[in-house]
C-alpha cells in the first residue's frame, strides 16, 4: 500500500514539474516572438494587435499542455470534465457570459474600437476590447453635452446580452441634433424662424452630401430611409412664447461644437434685426383689451421710457 502512494506521490510531483516547465518554455517564446515579430514594425496599433493574438495564442496553449499531463484514462476525464464543467457554469455565470460577449462583439462586431457607444446609460469611446471587459473614455457625466471627462470605465462584455447597444457611429457618422429658442408673442417669430433656417442650412451644406452618401451605403444593410436631410425649424406655442426647435445633421463628435457656433450666429442676427426678443419666465399684468401680439418698441421709444433720460431740447422759439 506504501508502494502505491509512493508511487502516486512521484507521478504527482512529475507531472507538476512537467507542467511548471512547459509553462515557463511557453511563456519564454511568447516573449521572444512579441520582439521578434514587433521589432522592424512601427504603427503602434500594429503592435498592440500582433501582441495580443500571440499572448492569446500562447495561453490556449497552456491550457492545452496541462490539460494533457493531468489528463487521466478517457473515461474518467470525460465524468470529471463533466462535473468541473457545470459547477464552473454555475459559479462563473457573469465570467462565462463575459467570454460569451466577447465572441458575440468580435464576430458580429456591434462595436469596434474608436466606436461611441451608449449601453446602460454608460457612454463614451471604445478604446480597448479584452475578453472579459471592454474599456472606454467616458463622456457626459458631469461635462455638459458629449465631451470626454476624462475617466476610463470598464463594462463587462456580458452587457451585449443585457441591455441595448446604442453606436454612434457604426455605419453612420452624423446625428440629428435640436437646437430651441423662445421668443415672445409680439416677436417677429417668422423672421426668427427664417433667420435659424438660413444659418443652418449655411453651416450643413458641406456635410448633406456626404449625408446622403452614407444613407446610400447604409441602406444595402438596413432598411433605412431618410427623405428630408435639410435643416428645419419646428414651431410650438408654449406657456411663455413661441418656441422655434431647429432641427439638422452634425458628426457625432460635433455636436456641442455646431451648436456653439449655431447659437453665437443667431443671436448675432437677432440682435441686429431689432424685432425679436427671448422670453423667459415672468409675470405681467395685462388689461383685458391688450392684444396680444403688439409689435416691439422702436429704439427712440426705449430710449424715450428709459429712467433717466430726458427728451431732446426743442429749439428756441419752437
Not at 490556449?60 to 464543467?85: K, N
Not at 475578453?131 to 471627462?149: C, F, H, K, N, Y
Not at 453606436?167 to 416677436?187: C, D, H, P
Amino acid at each position: 500500500m506504501s508502494e502505491l502512494f509512493s508511487f502516486q506521490e512521484q507521478d504527482l510531483l512529475y507531472r507538476l514539474a512537467l507542467a511548471a516547465a512547459g509553462m515557463v518554455v511557453i511563456f519564454v517564446l511568447v516573449r521572444v516572438s512579441i520582439r521578434l515579430l514587433t521589432r522592424r514594425i512601427d504603427d503602434p496599433e500594429r503592435v498592440y494587435r500582433i501582441s495580443r493574438q500571440i499572448r492569446r495564442l500562447g495561453a490556449v496553449v497552456m491550457v492545452g499542455l496541462l490539460l494533457i499531463i493531468f489528463s487521466p484514462r478517457p473515461g474518467e476525464l470525460v465524468a470529471i470534465l463533466t462535473v468541473v464543467g457545470a459547477g464552473l457554469a454555475i459559479a462563473l455565470r457573469e465570467a462565462l457570459l463575459s467570454v460569451a460577449g466577447w465572441l458575440r462583439i468580435v464576430l458580429v462586431h456591434p462595436y469596434q474600437r474608436g466606436d461611441r457607444i451608449e449601453i446602460n446609460g454608460v457612454r463614451g469611446d471604445v478604446l480597448d476590447i479584452r475578453v472579459m471587459r471592454t474599456t472606454l473614455m467616458e463622456i457626459g457625466g458631469w461635462v455638459e453635452a458629449d465631451q470626454s471627462t476624462g475617466r476610463l470605465v470598464h463594462i463587462p462584455n456580458a452587457w451585449v446580452f443585457l441591455y441595448p447597444v446604442y453606436n454612434y457611429t457604426q455605419g453612420f457618422r452624423f446625428i440629428w441634433n435640436e437646437l430651441s429658442v423662445t421668443v415672445t408673442f409680439r416677436s417677429d417669430w417668422q423672421a426668427a424662424r427664417d433667420i435659424m433656417e438660413s444659418l443652418a442650412r449655411e453651416s450643413t451644406a458641406i456635410i448633406e452630401r456626404q449625408v446622403a452618401e452614407e444613407i446610400r451605403q447604409m441602406s444595402r444593410e438596413f432598411l433605412i430611409h431618410y427623405s428630408i436631410l435639410t435643416p428645419f425649424v419646428y414651431v410650438r406655442i408654449v406657456e411663455n412664447g413661441i418656441r422655434l426647435t431647429l432641427r439638422y445633421l452634425c458628426e457625432v463628435r460635433k455636436r456641442r461644437g455646431t451648436e456653439h457656433a449655431l447659437t453665437v450666429s443667431i443671436l448675432e442676427a437677432f440682435r441686429q434685426h431689432g424685432g425679436i426678443e427671448l422670453a423667459y419666465p415672468a409675470m405681467q399684468v395685462a388689461l383685458p383689451d391688450t392684444p396680444q401680439f403688439d409689435p416691439l418698441p422702436s429704439r427712440e421709444q426705449n430710449d424715450h421710457d428709459r429712467p433717466g433720460t430726458r427728451p431732446p431740447d426743442r429749439p428756441h422759439g419752437a
